[in-house]
Protein backbone atom coordinates (compact mmCIF):
# COMPACT_ATOMS: atom_id res chain seq x y z
CA UNK A 1 0.00 0.00 0.00
CA UNK A 2 1.54 3.19 -1.14
CA UNK A 3 1.40 6.08 1.71
CA UNK A 4 1.73 9.71 1.49
CA UNK A 5 4.06 12.14 2.82
CA UNK A 6 1.52 13.46 5.27
CA UNK A 7 0.73 10.39 6.54
CA UNK A 8 4.52 9.59 7.29
CA UNK A 9 4.71 13.54 8.37
CA UNK A 10 1.61 12.80 11.08
CA UNK A 11 3.50 10.11 13.12
CA UNK A 12 0.56 7.66 12.40
CA UNK A 13 2.71 5.22 10.76
CA UNK A 14 4.40 5.52 13.90
CA UNK A 15 5.59 1.22 14.29
CA UNK A 16 5.47 0.31 10.44
CA UNK A 17 7.02 -2.61 9.29
CA UNK A 18 6.64 -1.45 5.87
CA UNK A 19 6.90 1.79 4.03
CA UNK A 20 6.03 2.89 -0.11
CA UNK A 21 6.48 6.11 -0.75
CA UNK A 22 6.05 7.51 -4.22
CA UNK A 23 5.43 11.07 -4.62
CA UNK A 24 7.94 12.68 -6.46
CA UNK A 25 10.15 13.01 -3.64
CA UNK A 26 13.74 14.71 -4.71
CA UNK A 27 15.44 14.51 -1.01
CA UNK A 28 15.04 11.34 1.40
CA UNK A 29 12.61 12.24 4.15
CA UNK A 30 13.88 12.50 7.43
CA UNK A 31 10.57 11.59 8.72
CA UNK A 32 11.31 8.31 8.12
CA UNK A 33 13.82 7.69 10.40
CA UNK A 34 11.01 8.11 13.31
CA UNK A 35 10.30 4.33 11.90
CA UNK A 36 14.20 2.91 12.84
CA UNK A 37 12.45 0.76 15.81
CA UNK A 38 10.51 -1.65 12.86
CA UNK A 39 10.95 -0.71 9.51
CA UNK A 40 12.13 -3.79 7.44
CA UNK A 41 10.60 -2.94 3.92
CA UNK A 42 11.82 0.59 2.86
CA UNK A 43 9.98 1.33 -1.35
CA UNK A 44 10.59 4.65 -2.29
CA UNK A 45 10.61 3.96 -6.11
CA UNK A 46 9.20 5.93 -8.85
CA UNK A 47 10.45 9.25 -7.54
CA UNK A 48 14.17 11.56 -8.67
CA UNK A 49 15.85 10.45 -5.50
CA UNK A 50 19.60 10.81 -6.04
CA UNK A 51 21.78 9.94 -2.93
CA UNK A 52 20.60 8.59 0.32
CA UNK A 53 21.93 10.48 4.01
CA UNK A 54 24.06 9.09 6.09
CA UNK A 55 21.71 9.17 8.67
CA UNK A 56 19.58 6.26 6.92
CA UNK A 57 22.08 3.94 8.88
CA UNK A 58 19.84 4.38 11.76
CA UNK A 59 17.14 2.28 10.07
CA UNK A 60 19.23 -0.73 11.41
CA UNK A 61 16.09 -3.37 11.29
CA UNK A 62 15.78 -2.53 7.63
CA UNK A 63 15.90 -6.48 4.96
CA UNK A 64 14.44 -4.96 1.92
CA UNK A 65 15.19 -1.84 0.05
CA UNK A 66 13.35 -0.37 -3.21
CA UNK A 67 14.90 2.75 -5.01
CA UNK A 68 13.84 1.53 -8.92
CA UNK A 69 13.47 4.40 -11.47
CA UNK A 70 14.58 7.60 -9.42
CA UNK A 71 17.89 8.72 -10.73
CA UNK A 72 20.73 7.41 -8.91
CA UNK A 73 24.13 7.12 -10.94
CA UNK A 74 26.04 5.99 -8.32
CA UNK A 75 25.34 2.87 -5.94
CA UNK A 76 25.46 4.33 -2.44
CA UNK A 77 28.04 2.68 -0.51
CA UNK A 78 26.61 3.39 3.05
CA UNK A 79 24.05 0.16 2.19
CA UNK A 80 27.50 -1.45 3.54
CA UNK A 81 26.75 -0.68 7.20
CA UNK A 82 23.26 -2.29 7.32
CA UNK A 83 23.40 -5.66 10.17
CA UNK A 84 20.26 -7.53 8.04
CA UNK A 85 19.75 -6.14 4.83
CA UNK A 86 19.06 -8.60 2.57
CA UNK A 87 17.39 -7.66 -0.40
CA UNK A 88 18.25 -4.51 -2.69
CA UNK A 89 17.08 -2.74 -6.01
CA UNK A 90 17.93 -0.46 -7.94
CA UNK A 91 16.24 -1.02 -11.24
CA UNK A 92 16.14 1.80 -14.17
CA UNK A 93 18.19 4.28 -12.80
CA UNK A 94 21.20 5.99 -14.19
CA UNK A 95 23.87 3.83 -12.05
CA UNK A 96 27.11 3.73 -13.76
CA UNK A 97 29.20 3.17 -10.81
CA UNK A 98 29.21 0.62 -7.76
CA UNK A 99 32.59 1.20 -5.79
CA UNK A 100 34.07 -2.05 -3.61
CA UNK A 101 33.17 -2.76 -0.35
CA UNK A 102 29.35 -1.38 -1.15
CA UNK A 103 27.29 -4.48 -0.32
CA UNK A 104 26.32 -5.27 3.04
CA UNK A 105 27.14 -8.74 4.85
CA UNK A 106 24.02 -10.24 4.84
CA UNK A 107 22.91 -9.42 0.85
CA UNK A 108 20.67 -12.47 -0.53
CA UNK A 109 19.02 -10.64 -3.58
CA UNK A 110 20.48 -7.81 -5.63
CA UNK A 111 18.97 -6.07 -8.41
CA UNK A 112 20.25 -3.30 -10.96
CA UNK A 113 18.73 -4.39 -14.02
CA UNK A 114 18.77 -1.62 -16.64
CA UNK A 115 21.63 1.18 -15.78
CA UNK A 116 24.51 1.69 -17.15
CA UNK A 117 27.05 -0.39 -14.96
CA UNK A 118 30.60 -0.88 -16.40
CA UNK A 119 31.98 -3.24 -13.75
CA UNK A 120 30.61 -5.53 -11.20
CA UNK A 121 33.24 -5.03 -7.87
CA UNK A 122 35.56 -7.48 -7.23
CA UNK A 123 34.25 -7.19 -3.32
CA UNK A 124 31.04 -8.72 -4.39
CA UNK A 125 32.97 -12.11 -4.16
CA UNK A 126 32.24 -11.59 -0.34
CA UNK A 127 28.45 -12.21 -0.60
CA UNK A 128 28.64 -15.67 0.04
CA UNK A 129 24.94 -15.68 0.42
CA UNK A 130 23.72 -13.73 -2.51
CA UNK A 131 21.07 -16.38 -3.96
CA UNK A 132 19.89 -14.21 -6.95
CA UNK A 133 21.67 -11.43 -8.94
CA UNK A 134 19.67 -9.43 -11.61
CA UNK A 135 22.34 -7.38 -14.09
CA UNK A 136 20.56 -7.68 -17.14
CA UNK A 137 20.47 -4.57 -19.76
CA UNK A 138 23.82 -3.14 -18.72
CA UNK A 139 27.30 -2.34 -20.04
CA UNK A 140 29.18 -4.74 -18.06
CA UNK A 141 32.09 -6.15 -20.23
CA UNK A 142 33.27 -8.71 -17.75
CA UNK A 143 32.05 -10.29 -14.48
CA UNK A 144 34.85 -10.05 -11.87
CA UNK A 145 36.70 -13.69 -11.68
CA UNK A 146 35.96 -13.34 -7.36
CA UNK A 147 32.41 -13.87 -8.12
CA UNK A 148 33.32 -17.76 -8.40
CA UNK A 149 33.14 -17.66 -4.77
CA UNK A 150 29.56 -16.84 -4.74
CA UNK A 151 28.78 -20.33 -4.19
CA UNK A 152 24.82 -19.92 -3.49
CA UNK A 153 24.24 -17.99 -6.57
CA UNK A 154 20.96 -19.96 -7.68
CA UNK A 155 19.50 -16.79 -10.29
CA UNK A 156 22.08 -15.03 -12.50
CA UNK A 157 20.63 -12.84 -15.34
CA UNK A 158 23.44 -11.16 -17.50
CA UNK A 159 21.93 -10.64 -20.74
CA UNK A 160 21.84 -7.64 -23.17
CA UNK A 161 25.34 -6.46 -21.44
CA UNK A 162 28.78 -6.00 -23.43
CA UNK A 163 29.95 -9.34 -22.12
CA UNK A 164 33.01 -10.72 -24.58
CA UNK A 165 33.47 -13.81 -23.02
CA UNK A 166 32.21 -16.54 -20.47
CA UNK A 167 34.56 -16.65 -17.45
CA UNK A 168 35.06 -20.79 -16.96
CA UNK A 169 33.85 -21.09 -13.59
CA UNK A 170 30.48 -19.64 -14.30
CA UNK A 171 28.91 -22.72 -14.98
CA UNK A 172 30.59 -24.81 -12.62
CA UNK A 173 28.73 -22.74 -10.06
CA UNK A 174 27.20 -25.54 -7.83
CA UNK A 175 24.02 -24.10 -7.12
CA UNK A 176 23.16 -22.40 -10.17
CA UNK A 177 19.95 -23.26 -12.22
CA UNK A 178 18.23 -20.12 -13.50
CA UNK A 179 20.58 -18.70 -15.66
CA UNK A 180 20.17 -15.74 -19.09
CA UNK A 181 22.96 -14.64 -21.00
CA UNK A 182 21.92 -13.89 -23.97
CA UNK A 183 22.36 -10.35 -26.25
CA UNK A 184 26.25 -9.86 -25.31
CA UNK A 185 29.10 -10.02 -27.85
CA UNK A 186 29.94 -13.41 -26.89
CA UNK A 187 26.19 -14.74 -27.35
CA UNK A 188 26.03 -17.42 -30.12
CA UNK A 189 24.14 -16.71 -33.01
CA UNK A 190 21.28 -19.50 -34.66
CA UNK A 191 20.39 -18.59 -38.35
CA UNK A 192 16.39 -19.52 -38.13
CA UNK A 193 15.89 -21.30 -40.91
CA UNK A 194 11.90 -21.64 -40.77
CA UNK A 195 9.54 -20.17 -43.34
CA UNK A 196 7.40 -18.31 -40.93
CA UNK A 197 5.14 -15.70 -42.34
CA UNK A 198 4.23 -12.64 -41.58
CA UNK A 199 0.86 -11.31 -41.30
CA UNK A 200 -0.73 -7.66 -40.80
CA UNK A 201 -1.87 -6.49 -37.52
CA UNK A 202 -5.21 -5.28 -39.63
CA UNK A 203 -6.08 -9.18 -39.83
CA UNK A 204 -6.62 -9.67 -36.27
CA UNK A 205 -9.65 -8.35 -33.84
CA UNK A 206 -8.23 -8.44 -30.59
CA UNK A 207 -10.31 -9.41 -27.65
CA UNK A 208 -9.81 -9.67 -24.12
CA UNK A 209 -5.86 -9.61 -22.53
CA UNK A 210 -5.37 -13.12 -21.07
CA UNK A 211 -1.47 -12.66 -19.88
CA UNK A 212 1.07 -10.34 -19.14
CA UNK A 213 4.64 -10.80 -18.89
CA UNK A 214 8.04 -8.76 -18.38
CA UNK A 215 8.35 -8.97 -22.06
CA UNK A 216 4.52 -8.01 -23.48
CA UNK A 217 1.31 -8.65 -23.23
CA UNK A 218 -0.65 -12.01 -24.49
CA UNK A 219 -4.31 -11.40 -25.74
CA UNK A 220 -7.36 -13.26 -27.28
CA UNK A 221 -7.81 -12.29 -31.22
CA UNK A 222 -9.83 -13.49 -34.03
CA UNK A 223 -8.28 -14.23 -37.05
CA UNK A 224 -10.53 -12.64 -39.94
CA UNK A 225 -8.94 -14.43 -42.73
CA UNK A 226 -9.52 -17.81 -41.45
CA UNK A 227 -11.94 -17.36 -38.91
CA UNK A 228 -10.05 -18.51 -36.16
CA UNK A 229 -9.41 -17.72 -32.64
CA UNK A 230 -5.38 -17.47 -31.21
CA UNK A 231 -3.20 -15.71 -28.77
CA UNK A 232 -0.97 -12.79 -29.90
CA UNK A 233 1.77 -11.85 -27.84
CA UNK A 234 3.13 -8.12 -28.04
CA UNK A 235 6.26 -7.43 -27.15
CA UNK A 236 6.96 -4.42 -25.25
CA UNK A 237 10.28 -3.71 -26.60
CA UNK A 238 12.30 -2.54 -23.52
CA UNK A 239 14.94 -4.64 -21.97
CA UNK A 240 13.53 -6.81 -19.11
CA UNK A 241 14.82 -8.30 -15.98
CA UNK A 242 15.62 -11.17 -17.83
CA UNK A 243 17.08 -9.68 -21.31
CA UNK A 244 16.17 -8.29 -24.40
CA UNK A 245 12.58 -9.25 -26.15
CA UNK A 246 14.30 -9.98 -29.40
CA UNK A 247 15.73 -13.04 -28.23
CA UNK A 248 12.73 -14.02 -26.69
CA UNK A 249 10.81 -13.90 -30.20
CA UNK A 250 13.63 -15.41 -32.07
CA UNK A 251 14.26 -18.19 -29.40
CA UNK A 252 10.20 -18.96 -29.05
CA UNK A 253 10.03 -19.20 -33.37
CA UNK A 254 13.70 -21.46 -33.13
CA UNK A 255 12.81 -23.61 -30.51
CA UNK A 256 10.37 -25.90 -33.20
CA UNK A 257 7.74 -27.78 -32.40
CA UNK A 258 7.14 -30.11 -29.62
CA UNK A 259 3.85 -31.21 -27.93
CA UNK A 260 4.89 -29.71 -24.99
CA UNK A 261 5.24 -26.41 -26.42
CA UNK A 262 2.72 -23.63 -27.54
CA UNK A 263 3.20 -23.26 -31.56
CA UNK A 264 3.91 -20.01 -32.94
CA UNK A 265 2.25 -20.11 -36.10
CA UNK A 266 3.21 -16.55 -37.50
CA UNK A 267 5.25 -13.19 -37.00
CA UNK A 268 2.99 -9.72 -36.72
CA UNK A 269 3.87 -7.05 -39.24
CA UNK A 270 2.28 -2.97 -39.46
CA UNK A 271 1.70 -3.00 -35.78
CA UNK A 272 0.54 0.64 -35.44
CA UNK A 273 3.34 1.29 -33.01
CA UNK A 274 5.40 -0.44 -34.65
CA UNK A 275 6.20 -3.04 -32.23
CA UNK A 276 6.78 -6.94 -33.07
CA UNK A 277 4.35 -9.48 -32.27
CA UNK A 278 3.99 -13.60 -32.09
CA UNK A 279 0.62 -15.37 -33.49
CA UNK A 280 0.04 -18.36 -31.36
CA UNK A 281 -1.95 -21.12 -31.03
CA UNK A 282 -4.56 -20.61 -28.54
CA UNK A 283 -4.59 -22.58 -25.50
CA UNK A 284 -7.62 -23.92 -23.68
CA UNK A 285 -8.76 -22.07 -20.14
CA UNK A 286 -8.80 -25.51 -18.73
CA UNK A 287 -4.79 -25.02 -19.13
CA UNK A 288 -3.44 -23.02 -15.74
CA UNK A 289 -0.06 -22.36 -14.26
CA UNK A 290 1.81 -25.06 -12.34
CA UNK A 291 2.82 -22.60 -9.44
CA UNK A 292 3.41 -19.23 -8.23
CA UNK A 293 6.60 -17.00 -8.89
CA UNK A 294 9.23 -16.68 -6.04
CA UNK A 295 8.32 -14.75 -2.87
CA UNK A 296 10.63 -12.47 -1.40
CA UNK A 297 10.93 -15.01 1.53
CA UNK A 298 11.25 -18.22 -0.74
CA UNK A 299 14.04 -16.04 -3.08
CA UNK A 300 14.49 -18.50 -5.64
CA UNK A 301 12.06 -21.18 -4.95
CA UNK A 302 8.15 -20.93 -6.49
CA UNK A 303 5.57 -21.22 -3.94
CA UNK A 304 2.33 -22.80 -4.90
CA UNK A 305 -1.52 -23.04 -3.70
CA UNK A 306 -2.62 -24.47 -0.60
CA UNK A 307 -4.91 -27.22 -2.54
CA UNK A 308 -2.48 -27.68 -5.15
CA UNK A 309 -2.23 -32.01 -4.65
CA UNK A 310 -0.78 -33.87 -7.28
CA UNK A 311 -0.74 -37.96 -7.55
CA UNK A 312 2.01 -40.11 -8.75
CA UNK A 313 0.92 -40.46 -12.49
CA UNK A 314 0.66 -36.67 -12.76
CA UNK A 315 4.21 -36.25 -11.69
CA UNK A 316 5.41 -38.68 -13.78
CA UNK A 317 3.54 -37.77 -16.52
CA UNK A 318 4.68 -33.60 -15.97
CA UNK A 319 8.38 -34.48 -15.58
CA UNK A 320 8.65 -36.40 -18.51
CA UNK A 321 7.10 -33.95 -20.53
CA UNK A 322 9.02 -30.96 -19.17
CA UNK A 323 12.46 -33.10 -19.61
CA UNK A 324 11.19 -34.32 -23.05
CA UNK A 325 10.81 -30.59 -24.16
CA UNK A 326 13.88 -29.54 -22.18
CA UNK A 327 16.14 -32.03 -24.28
CA UNK A 328 14.72 -30.75 -27.49
CA UNK A 329 15.51 -27.22 -26.44
CA UNK A 330 19.24 -28.36 -25.53
CA UNK A 331 19.77 -30.43 -28.67
CA UNK A 332 19.22 -27.22 -30.50
CA UNK A 333 21.32 -24.78 -28.42
CA UNK A 334 19.03 -23.42 -26.39
CA UNK A 335 18.97 -22.79 -22.43
CA UNK A 336 15.71 -21.59 -21.60
CA UNK A 337 16.75 -20.17 -18.19
CA UNK A 338 13.68 -20.13 -15.89
CA UNK A 339 12.60 -23.19 -15.98
CA UNK A 340 10.49 -22.67 -12.95
CA UNK A 341 6.68 -24.55 -12.22
CA UNK A 342 5.12 -20.67 -12.87
CA UNK A 343 6.36 -21.20 -16.28
CA UNK A 344 4.55 -24.75 -17.30
CA UNK A 345 0.59 -24.63 -18.03
CA UNK A 346 -1.20 -28.02 -16.78
CA UNK A 347 -4.60 -29.24 -17.04
CA UNK A 348 -6.62 -31.33 -14.95
CA UNK A 349 -5.17 -34.61 -16.72
CA UNK A 350 -1.22 -33.42 -16.33
CA UNK A 351 -0.88 -32.43 -20.13
CA UNK A 352 1.69 -29.70 -20.06
CA UNK A 353 3.25 -26.90 -22.03
CA UNK A 354 6.62 -25.06 -21.44
CA UNK A 355 6.30 -21.38 -21.67
CA UNK A 356 7.80 -17.88 -21.18
CA UNK A 357 11.06 -17.85 -23.25
CA UNK A 358 11.83 -14.47 -21.59
CA UNK A 359 15.27 -15.83 -19.66
CA UNK A 360 16.53 -18.15 -22.97
CA UNK A 361 19.68 -17.80 -24.48
CA UNK A 362 21.07 -19.51 -27.66
CA UNK A 363 24.35 -21.07 -27.36
CA UNK A 364 26.77 -23.02 -29.19
CA UNK A 365 26.33 -27.23 -28.98
CA UNK A 366 29.96 -27.74 -29.75
CA UNK A 367 31.39 -25.66 -27.37
CA UNK A 368 33.54 -26.58 -24.33
CA UNK A 369 30.81 -25.20 -21.97
CA UNK A 370 27.92 -26.81 -23.44
CA UNK A 371 27.84 -29.73 -21.19
CA UNK A 372 27.91 -27.54 -17.95
CA UNK A 373 25.08 -25.09 -19.83
CA UNK A 374 22.41 -27.89 -19.88
CA UNK A 375 23.61 -29.16 -16.80
CA UNK A 376 23.23 -26.01 -14.71
CA UNK A 377 19.13 -25.63 -15.98
CA UNK A 378 19.11 -29.66 -15.15
CA UNK A 379 19.53 -29.03 -11.51
CA UNK A 380 16.05 -26.43 -11.96
CA UNK A 381 14.51 -29.44 -13.24
CA UNK A 382 15.59 -31.31 -10.22
CA UNK A 383 14.77 -28.07 -7.66
CA UNK A 384 11.07 -29.07 -10.15
CA UNK A 385 10.72 -32.20 -9.30
CA UNK A 386 11.66 -31.37 -5.74
CA UNK A 387 8.74 -28.83 -5.31
CA UNK A 388 6.39 -30.95 -7.36
CA UNK A 389 7.06 -33.93 -5.66
CA UNK A 390 6.41 -32.48 -1.93
CA UNK A 391 2.34 -31.92 -3.16
CA UNK A 392 2.32 -35.84 -3.51
CA UNK A 393 0.40 -37.39 -1.40
CA UNK A 394 2.96 -40.08 0.33
CA UNK A 395 0.30 -43.04 0.76
CA UNK A 396 0.74 -42.08 -3.46
CA UNK A 397 3.96 -43.25 -3.62
CA UNK A 398 5.46 -46.50 -2.23
CA UNK A 399 9.09 -46.24 -0.42
CA UNK A 400 10.86 -48.22 -3.22
CA UNK A 401 9.27 -45.53 -5.72
CA UNK A 402 10.22 -42.36 -3.56
CA UNK A 403 13.56 -43.83 -3.41
CA UNK A 404 13.83 -43.65 -6.84
CA UNK A 405 12.85 -40.30 -6.57
CA UNK A 406 15.08 -38.40 -4.44
CA UNK A 407 18.12 -40.26 -6.11
CA UNK A 408 17.21 -38.62 -9.34
CA UNK A 409 17.19 -35.50 -7.60
CA UNK A 410 20.53 -35.99 -6.09
CA UNK A 411 21.09 -36.65 -9.94
CA UNK A 412 19.81 -33.83 -11.05
CA UNK A 413 21.50 -30.74 -8.19
CA UNK A 414 24.66 -32.49 -6.95
CA UNK A 415 27.07 -29.83 -6.90
CA UNK A 416 29.05 -31.18 -9.20
CA UNK A 417 27.86 -30.38 -12.20
CA UNK A 418 29.61 -32.14 -14.49
CA UNK A 419 28.37 -35.37 -13.69
CA UNK A 420 25.06 -34.35 -13.60
CA UNK A 421 22.52 -36.12 -16.00
CA UNK A 422 21.74 -34.45 -19.61
CA UNK A 423 18.10 -34.30 -20.38
CA UNK A 424 18.05 -37.03 -22.67
CA UNK A 425 19.36 -39.56 -19.43
CA UNK A 426 16.73 -37.93 -17.54
CA UNK A 427 14.41 -39.15 -19.79
CA UNK A 428 15.76 -42.38 -20.15
CA UNK A 429 15.53 -42.55 -16.42
CA UNK A 430 11.73 -41.50 -15.45
CA UNK A 431 10.71 -44.10 -18.70
CA UNK A 432 11.92 -47.20 -16.03
CA UNK A 433 9.45 -45.17 -13.20
Not at 66 to 71: E, G, L, P, T
Request: net charge negative.
Amino acid sequence: MTRTLEDLKSGKLIGSKTLKLACDLKQFPKEILSLADTLEVLDLSDNQLTELPDSIVELKQLKVIFFARNNFTTFPIILKEFPVLSMIGFKSNQIHTIPENSFPPLLKWLILTDNRIKKIPKSIGACHLLQKCALAGNQIEELPDEMASCLNLELLRISANKLKLIPKWLFELPNLSWVAFGGNPFSHRVDINIDLESFDWKEFIVKELIGEGASGLISKANWALKNEAVAIKVFKGDVTSDGLPEDEMEISIAAGIHKNLIQVLGKIKAHPEEKSGLIMELISPDFINLGNPPSMKTCTRDIFDENSVFNRHELLKITKSIASVSSQLHKKGINHGDLYAHNILVNKTAECFLGDFGAASFYDVNSAYAHTIERVEVRAFGCLIEDILKLVSEIEIDSQNHKKWLKLIRDCTTTNVISRLSFSEISTALSQF
